[in-house]
């Protein structure tokens, strides 16, 4: 999905920088959706535990940094050559145990970069650069179009037979402003080379470029089922970039990356323009193709434990079909400008209520930067907006002037890094000036003044201990790495150099320590002495939307007109042919091309986590999981929130945030932000609510769980003071700051509001579920469509009765800190089994002094929660917004309470995905998603879809599925390969991190691990018949199910027209 590329692919390696920009946009074949995980069976739906991440030592102990956190080995590996390569250089990277090599193809001299690691994650990609002359959005649909189908594996959609029936770790594709990527990743090396073999193939040979059709579908075509009916455009990509701009935020980087790149590609847009992609012609499509998707244009990546000589084997039998041919894509660099520029331009806007945006942006550089220059960049970015504290972001929240701050500071994703910072919510246009003064005050009073030297330690140990611990959190690293190395190998740069970090870290802790004025030098030369800079402001228009429909109405209104007869009845007929081949099965032949794997290459085994609980003292118990982290201690202190009401709880996000941005008693929110990044790898806090579950059958639909969660992590010699912040955070956080809560108010009910335009399905899948049970009805209440009032409901509060508000926050600190009793206070450790066994002695005092505390309650007043819900009624609701696409949600119990669910529920759930309704809903209706998922749980089942110019053909699909699968005739072949697709789901790899707290929630909620295996067992045996009988629950399920909607007004009046079960419409924004 078209995103902030820091936001997305942020990880450390080398100086490339650590926070979002709104400026940089990427854009994938497959939305990253975030839908609540399967409860028990996954990693947990946990909000943003580490969004507040802070950081690490002091200065006198950095250098024991590198010593506390354990780096692999270098693998012990002979050099290799191979007869079609040759070896440009070979280089260890120290930093993370591994070895690279960089190898030039000779017949077509294709970089290819090798790197041996221990690690079965093994990940390929092959990255082309690809920066386009117009926003045709050629790179975007291309990237799409190549995976529809290829010589070797002539289906329709290889990459979704893939999806159905590979181990993957990781599958999908990007485009950038100015390259397009292709990864994947497995741990199974069968499947691995299946994968890397199906890519290449895909790339070098498309179907695409021979069949005009692919085309029509990926990007844009017209369509008329009848020579009467409207004519419309419809393309996969064609409706996802109309939902992408829909967002303002979107639309305001379309704009800031236009007006600061106006002589470059980067001025144009590689994801392509709704306005503009209609104007792509079949030849265009084809000649970009053939002029960059040349080996001689390509850049080769392979990470992991397998055989150098086989990849480079591999990779030969397609790059020796090639000549080497000279292709120029180099990005041109954009000159700096002299003179300031000012750009308005207007978004669509809900209502009364909309508010200005404004962002100041530099282009910083015209001329490439080192390595050193680009981490020291970094670290700046961290002391400038890297949290809550930083000091530009918190002059810009501040200042009052709006509700939620943009930008990130620096981005150096691109040739030419950029920086961008403002804010939304603005009162008046006149307000964008103040925003600029401010950005630029703030910037020269640094500039003379310099940072403090807390804050400066703070943000080289943040830099250091993300490039140390090396987090990638369910991303394989191989494939981080390969974003890394790019970040210069795109521009003909050293990929090695890009990995690498310790000299840079070296010299630039030398400046610092010489006071070297690293940071005032880069804020003069890059920002204040330079011109080349772009105020954007962005204007609400209510009757945006209206005019944008009503003109696109016209314009195919006049279009049709000039149309002849013949030329009517030539798109109907094309139409027709598009759906026919959409809708066509790909003969047996074809499927049996696509590389597979068979049952017995999987492990019948489930995967176990270690945990061990011990009862220490007056019912809390500590849970722990040794197993290998580096060295690092990870921490959460789960505090029980039934003593809550569920109308304190709607108060919980806001609580959260206060405990660690408000400043306690002893340090305020600067210092304590600070002393949270001089001692820690990170602290943060959230909750979790989950339904407790019932073996293998429907749980009780009351029974419902709730923790507050304080997560953290350090290097052993810190514990002592990890656990000192974790207190001083929990009892003495200052909550009688009232312009902190204004603040946090106001920039969540900007964000929400953003959020349900732009992931108007997680809200409508929410709503949907909190009709059937408490733990769904809870989650709703804190952060669903509900939550949106609720926040409103509390600025008003807050501005006319603070000390009411206030109280009920104290009230809720003393309820959770009334820590003895069974269950009410929980901490949960994952580190190396040594270091646990080390640092028992120190949890334990810390759990006496949380005992001993004197903020808690003495009595507990337990709440019984589903007593106080008051869930959701039936029917279809909608909730109109401003966009151009819809999020349609529909659902039910599908199971009730009791009844015993096999695991077969996940193959057939991930078999509707991947197939039904991605052709249906994706391919032949032009969503950017289809999807669906069962929670075993709760018995409850949604259906929903992304970025959909549909409603009510999107619904009419949904009910389809259902005699689809009542009626399937299923070949062996084909439930095998989805089995062995729900098998990758269900092993995919964690971090240490990831597998400690996914242990200690399957603890909570009773999931047992001989549940998790029954359930395997019961995947691998799922038969056809299982298929049939899911299909007449679902049957019964449409007779009953209700529809959620987030979309645009005119979808809903054409809607209910149409249908009998109206919606019944609900104001939002």
């Known amino acids: 999905a078209r995103r902030p590329i820091r936001a997305a692919l942020c990880f450390s390696i080398g100086g490339f920088a650590l926070s979002a920009s709104l400026v940089c946009w990427v854009a994938s074949r497959t939305p990253r959706l975030t839908v609540p995980a399967v409860r028990g069976y996954s990693t947990p739906s946990f909000r943003a535990v580490h969004t507040n991440s802070r950081a690490m030592l002091t200065k006198a102990s950095t250098n024991k940094l590198a010593g506390s956190i354990a780096i692999s080995q270098l693998p012990d590996a002979e050099t290799v050559e191979h007869e079609a390569y040759e070896t440009v250089k070979i280089d260890d990277i120290a930093e993370y145990g591994a070895r690279a090599t960089l190898f030039k193809h000779k017949k077509t001299g294709t970089e290819v970069l090798s790197v041996e690691k221990d690690d079965e994650n093994k990940v390929f990609g092959i990255v082309f650069r690809t920066p386009p002359k117009d926003s045709t959005g050629i790179p975007h649909i291309l990237e799409h179009s190549v995976l529809c189908g290829s010589r070797k594996y002539p289906v329709?959609?290889?990459?979704?037979?893939?999806?159905?029936?590979?181990?993957?770790?990781?599958?999908?594709?990007?485009?950038?402003?100015?390259?397009?990527?292709?990864?994947?990743?497995?741990?199974?090396?069968?499947?691995?080379?299946?994968?890397?073999?199906?890519?290449?193939?895909?790339?070098?040979?498309?179907?695409?470029?021979?069949?005009?059709?692919?085309?029509?579908?990926?990007?844009?075509?017209?369509?008329?089922?009848?020579?009467?009916?409207?004519?419309?455009?419809?393309?996969?990509?064609?409706?996802?970039?109309?939902?992408?701009y829909s967002q303002p935020d979107n639309l305001m980087g379309k704009v800031e990356l236009e007006s600061l790149f106006p002589d470059n590609t980067y001025g144009v847009d590689s994801g392509g323009d709704p306005k503009v992609i209609p104007s792509l012609t079949f030849e265009q499509f084809k000649a970009f193709h053939e002029d960059h998707y040349h080996p001689s244009n390509a850049r080769v990546y392979f990470y992991g434990d397998d055989p150098v000589k086989e990849r480079l084997d591999l990779l030969d039998s397609y790059l020796n079909e090639f000549d080497r041919r000279n292709v120029d894509t180099k990005i041109e660099w954009q000159k700096l400008k002299e003179n300031p520029r000012y750009v308005e331009s207007k978004f669509a806007s809900a209502g009364d209520e909309g508010k200005y945006m404004s962002s100041v942006n530099w282009v910083v550089h015209d001329k490439p930067l080192d390595s050193s220059e680009k981490l020291a960049i970094s670290v700046l970015s961290h002391l400038l907006m890297g949290?809550?504290?930083?000091?530009?972001?918190?002059?810009?929240?501040?200042?009052?002037?709006?509700?939620?701050?943009?930008?990130?500071?620096?981005?150096?994703?691109?040739?030419?890094?950029v920086f961008s910072a403002g804010l939304k919510g603005l009162s008046t246009k006149e307000d964008a000036k103040k925003v600029e003064n401010l950005i630029v005050d703030t910037l020269t009073k640094l500039a003379k003044e310099g940072f403090p030297d807390e804050a400066i330690a703070a943000s080289m140990n943040t830099i250091e201990f993300r490039l140390r611990e090396f987090n990638t959190g369910g991303f394989p690293k191989g494939l981080m790495f390969m974003l890394g190395a790019l970040e210069g190998w795109i521009y003909d740069r050293d990929p090695i150099e890009g990995l690498r970090f310790e000299e840079d870290l070296k010299s630039l802790k030398e400046k610092l320590a010489a006071k070297e004025p690293v940071f005032q030098n880069i804020i003069k030369k890059m920002l204040l002495d330079n011109s080349h800079r772009v105020t954007v402001t962005m204007e609400p228009d209510k009757e945006l939307e209206k005019i944008e429909l009503d003109q696109e109405s016209n314009e195919l209104k006049g279009i049709k007109e000039k149309f002849s007869v013949e030329d009517i009845k030539s798109i109907v007929e094309e139409t027709k042919a598009l759906k026919a081949a959409q809708a066509a099965e790909d003969p047996p032949e074809a499927r049996a091309t696509m590389p597979r794997l068979s049952l017995e290459d999987l492990d019948k085994k489930q995967r176990d986590i270690p945990i061990e609980v011990a009862e220490v003292a007056e019912g809390t118990k500590i849970v722990s999981h040794p197993m290998s982290t580096s060295g690092i201690m990870y921490m959460d202190i789960a505090l029980n929130l039934d003593s809550l009401s569920i109308d304190d709880l709607t108060l919980l996000p806001l609580f959260e945030r206060m405990l660690t941005e408000s400043g306690t008693e002893?340090?305020?929110?600067?210092?304590?932000?600070?002393?949270?990044?001089?001692?820690?790898?990170?602290?943060?806090?959230?909750?979790?609510?989950?339904?407790?579950?019932?073996?293998?059958?429907?749980?009780?639909?009351?029974?419902?769980?709730?923790?507050l969660v304080l997560r953290a992590k350090c290097v052993p010699e810190k514990i002592d003071t990890m656990l000192d912040i974790a207190k001083e955070v929990l009892t003495s956080a200052k909550l009688d700051n009232k312009q902190r809560v204004l603040e946090i108010l106001k920039e969540t009910k900007a964000g929400m509001e953003a959020g349900i335009v732009g992931?108007?399905?997680?809200?409508?899948?929410?709503?949907?579920?909190?009709?059937?049970?408490?733990?769904?009805?809870?989650?709703?209440?804190?952060?669903?469509?509900?939550?949106?009032?609720?926040?409103?409901?509390?600025?008003?509060?807050?501005?006319?009765?603070?000390?009411?508000?206030?109280?009920?926050?104290?009230?809720?600190?003393?309820?959770?800190?009334?820590?003895?009793?069974?269950?009410?206070?929980?901490?949960?450790?994952?580190?190396?089994?040594?270091?646990?066994?080390?640092?028992e002695k120190q949890f334990k005092e810390f759990i006496a002094t949380m005992h001993a505390n004197e903020v808690g309650h003495d009595v507990v007043t337990?709440?019984?929660?589903?007593?106080?819900?008051?869930?959701?009624?039936?029917?279809?609701?909608?909730?109109?917004?401003?966009?151009?696409?819809?999020?349609?949600?529909?659902?039910?119990?599908l199971y009730q309470p009791g009844d015993e669910v096999s695991g077969s529920a996940q193959v057939i759930s991930k078999f509707l995905s991947t197939g039904f309704l991605?052709?249906?809903?994706?391919?032949?209706?032009?969503?950017?998603?289809?999807?669906?998922?069962?929670?075993?749980?709760?018995?409850?089942?949604?259906?929903?879809?992304?970025?959909?110019?549909?409603?009510?053909?999107?619904?009419?699909?949904?009910?389809a599925a259902a005699d689809y699968l009542a009626n399937l005739e299923l070949s062996q072949d084909d439930l095998e390969k989805a089995i062995i697709g729900t098998i990758g789901d269900v092993d995919s790899p964690q971090s240490a991190d990831q597998k400690g707290f996914t242990a200690f929630t399957r603890w909570l909620i009773g999931r047992e691990h001989d549940d998790l295996q029954k359930r395997r067992d019961q995947i691998l045996s799922t038969t056809v018949e299982d298929f049939r009988a899911f299909g007449r629950k679902l049957q019964a399920l449409n007779e009953k199910g209700d529809s959620v909607v987030v979309g645009s007004a005119p979808a809903f009046e054409s809607a209910n027209k149409d249908l009998e079960k109206k919606f019944e419409l609900l104001e939002i924004l």
């Open 387 to 417: 949290n809550s504290a930083a000091v530009l972001k918190k002059a810009l929240t501040d200042s009052g002037l709006g509700e939620q701050v943009l930008g990130g500071a620096f981005d150096d994703t691109l040739q030419q890094t």
């Open 759 to 839: 992931s108007g399905h997680r809200f409508a899948a929410g709503r949907l579920s909190a009709r059937y049970t408490v733990a769904d009805y809870i989650g709703e209440q804190m952060g669903g469509i509900s939550y949106l009032a609720t926040v409103k409901q509390l600025l008003k509060q807050a501005e006319d009765d603070w000390p009411t508000l206030q109280k009920r926050l104290e009230n809720i600190r003393s309820a959770l800190l009334s820590t003895k009793g069974d269950g009410r206070m929980l901490i949960n450790l994952t580190a190396d089994k040594e270091l646990l066994e080390a640092s």
């Open 666 to 707: 002893k340090r305020d929110s600067v210092a304590l932000s600070q002393y949270i990044g001089t001692h820690t790898g990170g602290l943060g806090v959230s909750h979790m609510i989950d339904q407790k579950v019932n073996g293998m059958k429907i749980a009780d639909p009351d029974s419902v769980i709730g923790h």
């Open 156 to 244: 329709k959609e290889p990459f979704t037979e893939l999806m159905k029936s590979s181990l993957n770790t990781f599958l999908n594709a990007f485009t950038y402003p100015d390259r397009t990527c292709y990864p994947v990743a497995s741990q199974n090396l069968k499947d691995f080379y299946n994968l890397v073999n199906v890519y290449l193939d895909a790339v070098f040979f498309p179907r695409a470029v021979s069949d005009p059709q692919v085309l029509a579908q990926e990007g844009w075509h017209y369509e008329l089922d009848k020579e009467d009916d409207p004519l419309t455009r419809k393309g996969v990509v064609f409706n996802e970039m109309k939902g992408v």
């Open 862 to 893: 337990k709440h019984d929660w589903a007593e106080e819900a008051k869930l959701v009624g039936s029917g279809n609701e909608g909730f109109p917004v401003p966009t151009q696409v819809n999020y349609v949600g529909f659902g039910g119990q």
């Open 918 to 959: 991605w052709d249906n809903v994706r391919v032949i209706g032009g969503a950017y998603g289809g999807f669906c998922g069962f929670d075993p749980v709760s018995g409850l089942f949604r259906y929903l879809s992304y970025r959909d110019p549909n409603l009510v053909g999107t619904i009419d699909n949904y009910k």
